[in-house]
């Protein structure tokens, strides 16, 4: 009796070739949905975290009676103090909560490609409205953009509470 030779198993080169070509077309389309989902989560993030510290800030102006500052922060310093130039309008580096000059909570840079504009300081005042905004004058909010449009803003009221929008919704201030 004669042995059967072993059956081959495997791939040949052109179902290979073809395997690697749509998976070379499925990335392509799935890599800039992927992207633009990272960019949408990030300012997302970036602008609930930024919610988060500015009620943090307000229920603390509130609880301890005293007023608190939220603002812009310069890190170069020990410790953290607020970038004071009114032109300087950029969070992106981080930012601090002050009350009497002591650094109740720190958040230092974000993702790079995130870029965070905005009023250089909010001060809550100890019933939790905003302090030293005219109504007149009021430029609510901050703007959080992630490029190719993925922006949230974190809109701000007189009374001190705030709100988070996406592109289309209503424009600050309410």
């Known amino acids: 009796m004669t042995a059967k030779p072993p059956l081959q198993s495997g791939l040949t080169l052109i179902e290979l070739m073809v395997a690697v070509a749509v998976l070379a077309i499925l990335l392509s389309i799935g890599i800039p949905s992927f992207q633009s989902l990272v960019a949408q989560n990030r300012a997302t993030s970036a602008a609930n975290e930024l919610q988060s ?24 310093t020990s410790p953290p103090t607020c970038i004071t130039s009114p032109t300087v309008r950029n969070w992106s580096g981080g930012w601090i909560v002050l009350q009497g000059g002591q650094v109740l909570r720190e958040r230092r840079a974000l993702h790079p490609s995130i870029i965070i504009t905005g ?8 019933t939790g409205t905003l302090l ?8 609510a909010g901050l703007v959080v953009n992630v490029g190719q449009g993925d922006t949230r803003r974190v809109c701000m009221r007189l ?10 919704g209503t424009q600050c201030p309410a």
């Open 159 to 168: 009374s001190g509470s705030s709100r988070i929008e996406r592109p289309g």
């Open 119 to 126: 009023a250089p300081s909010w001060v809550y005042s100890t």
């Open 53 to 76: 510290t500015l009620q943090f800030a307000r229920s603390t102006a509130i609880a301890q009676a005293r007023p608190v500052t939220v603002c812009a922060a310069n890190f170069a």
């Open 132 to 139: 030293n905004q005219a109504v007149g004058d009021f430029q």
